[in-house]
């Protein structure tokens, strides 16, 4: 058990709709990433935060958003949903130490319909 | 460019045998460090272990062994005693920014099946 958990688990929508995801992190693990997984492939980095700030981004449009707040617990919000934004989006936070590792929680499945 | 590959295509292992999982890696970087991650059909993503680039040392952790090799940039995973509940993908994933960013980049995984 990594004490991260994703919610919804799983969730349908259809093109043009809006969707957020949500993440809590591990009491202390002040950085979270998100990361989209497509069917057969390894893990997208999507972006990071570090208390509050956004903390680098991957090749992602802007209608990928997030938010941190101040308990560390996060947001991914997807606007315009396309069909190639169905996959398992994972969210992980970060245990600052000398090998800053990051603990992944269970992910949620989107289907865009 | 593809920074981490992983090549091999699914393996069938016979239980209690060892595996070996070939990762290979790009980077222009001095500091980094490789990971590598369990993701069984439930879809959560485990970690495994861990390699800093300027370890000397091979990583181990129980059955889990890092064969790694910086001037081949390979660092391939070690899995002794196989067991039935080790069937899983299996991916390598670098992080090169230490002091940074903290993303990873992911290879597309190895898919293992252990057989009784």
């Known amino acids: 058990e990594t004490g991260v958990t994703q919610s919804p688990t799983h969730l349908i929508k259809t093109r043009g709709q809006q969707v957020t995801l949500r993440c809590s992190s591990q009491s202390g693990h002040n950085t979270v990433s998100w990361y989209q997984q497509a069917l057969g492939q390894g893990p997208q980095f999507i972006f990071q935060?570090?208390?509050?700030?956004?903390?680098g981004r991957g090749n992602f449009p802007p209608r990928f958003s997030g938010l941190q707040f101040p308990n560390y617990s996060s947001e991914l919000n997807v606007n315009a949903l396309e069909l190639n934004d169905s996959a398992l989006y994972l969210c992980?936070?970060?245990?600052?130490?000398?090998?800053?590792?990051?603990?992944f929680g269970p992910g949620t499945r989107l289907t865009v319909l | 460019a593809q920074k981490i590959t992983q090549t091999q295509p699914g393996m069938f292992v016979q239980e209690k045998e060892a595996v070996t999982l070939d990762c290979t890696y790009d980077?222009?970087?001095?500091?980094?460090?490789l990971f590598w991650y369990k993701q069984p059909s439930s879809g959560e993503m485990i970690f495994l272990i861990y390699q800093g680039s300027y370890d000397e040392q091979n990583a181990t952790e129980g059955r889990y062994s890092l064969n790694f090799q910086k001037a081949r940039k390979s660092a391939n995973l070690v899995i002794s005693a196989s067991q039935l509940g080790d069937s899983a993908m299996y991916f390598c994933?670098?992080?090169?920014?230490?002091?940074?960013?903290?993303?990873?980049?992911f290879g597309k995984g190895n898919q293992v099946v252990v057989i009784p």
């Open positions: 994933a670098m992080r090169e920014d230490y002091y940074g960013n903290n993303r990873l980049a």
């Open positions: 992980a936070t970060l245990e600052a130490s000398g090998t800053d590792t990051q603990y």
């Open positions: 980077t222009s970087d001095q500091s980094y460090g």
């Open positions: 935060y570090y208390r509050e700030e956004e903390n």
